[in-house]
């Protein structure tokens, strides 16, 4: 009888094996880990490396599964994603193949992405990047300017979500004054997380700095675009910790070129950044590589999580079936 295969990919960090127990699953099955991705100009390179699996484990929404892809990998029989969205699995196409995929839905804290958030934003209040560099360059504080203070200052919230409320919390905790606003917002549920509800308009012309915590759609995909980064004072930071493709990414280039604000971002349009990418070359940013969620606890939940719906799929009773008509398949 031939070994269950299961590929782990989209492990650019090398993490996997270290933040999960994978035990039960590796005395069920063969796990081969892969540090890599599989974007939309790779499908040939996916079904080289892919197409005598079994299973696959997907990290968010890293690599994309079409289904020209998904039809070249006979052998596939569950998807087993991490997060609750899969915006580059044609799952349609995997219902038609009768292969189930999988969320990890519910337990995973807002603490991480929020963390990251308030780490960019004092990282660029206080141009903790550019000390770094300028110590490491033999200099001292030459070179660098001023920071400011974020006590007393004015935070707006675009997304008073689970994680936008845990931002919140921590704003207020360095005594910031905070509104918010999203698009089904009331001015009740600001209050409940200490924030004032304001237009959106508003906040982007009041607000020191902005942070964003929606999820990306239709009805937010460039949602921040230029008349937004207008209205913007002068020397206010950007945080965006969500998506990349929420925010118009020219004309934030174009508003970070004028010098009128500050970006402190975990997220683009295109991830990995291109080495061509304007961002890395502007000196009024901070720049992570999408790192918001991976905590050693935090991708410990997805893939502890993930690793349960195999064995619940191995078992043959599937949990967290995205997909449900594929069972009957």
């Not at 921590?170 to 997380?193: D, F, V």
């Not at 902005?210 to 020397?235: C, N």
């Not at 992570?288 to 997805?302: A, Q, R």
Request: one cysteine or more; a neutral charge.
């Amino acid at each position: 009888m031939t070994a269950i295969r299961v590929a782990v990919i989209d492990d650019w960090q090398r993490a996997a094996h270290q933040v999960a127990d994978w035990s039960n699953l590796a005395a069920r099955a063969e796990i081969k880990f892969i540090h890599r991705h599989y974007g939309a100009d790779a499908e040939q390179d996916a079904v080289r490396d892919l197409k005598d699996f079994d299973i696959l484990l997907l990290t968010r929404e890293r690599s994309r599964f079409s289904a020209s892809l998904i039809d070249h990998l006979p052998r596939l029989k569950m998807l087993s994603l991490t997060g609750t969205r899969a915006p580059n699995v044609d799952q349609e196409a995997c219902t038609r193949r009768g292969i189930i995929c999988t969320f990890t839905t519910g337990g995973h804290s807002p603490a991480p992405a929020a963390e990251m958030s308030l780490a960019l934003l004092l990282a660029a209040a206080r141009k903790i990047p550019a000390g770094d560099a300028a110590i490491r360059a033999g200099k001292f504080q030459e070179g660098i300017p001023p920071g400011i203070n974020l006590e007393g200052r004015t935070l707006g919230i675009v997304g008073l979500g689970r994680i936008g409320i845990y931002m919140a919390r921590y704003a207020q905790a360095i005594g910031m004054k905070i509104i918010a606003w999203s698009p089904n917002l009331t001015p009740e549920k600001a209050r409940a997380a200490g924030a004032e509800h304001v237009e959106k308009d508003e906040l982007f012309a009041q607000a020191d700095a902005v942070t964003i915590h929606l999820v990306l759609g239709p009805r937010s995909r460039g949602l921040v675009g230029a008349a937004e980064l207008k209205r913007m004072k002068k020397g206010a930071i950007l945080v965006n910790t969500s998506r990349g493709p929420i925010v118009d990414e020219k004309a934030l280039i174009g508003a970070l070129r004028e010098g009128r604000i500050f970006a402190a971002l975990d997220v683009y349009d295109t991830e990995p950044l291109p080495p061509d990418n304007p961002f890395r070359d502007l000196p009024n940013t901070v720049l992570t590589p999408h790192v918001g969620f991976t905590t050693v606890e935090g991708l410990g939940d997805f893939y502890t999580r993930a690793i349960g719906n195999i064995l619940a799929f191995l078992d043959g009773h599937p949990t967290n079936v995205a997909n449900p008509d594929a069972l009957a398949r």
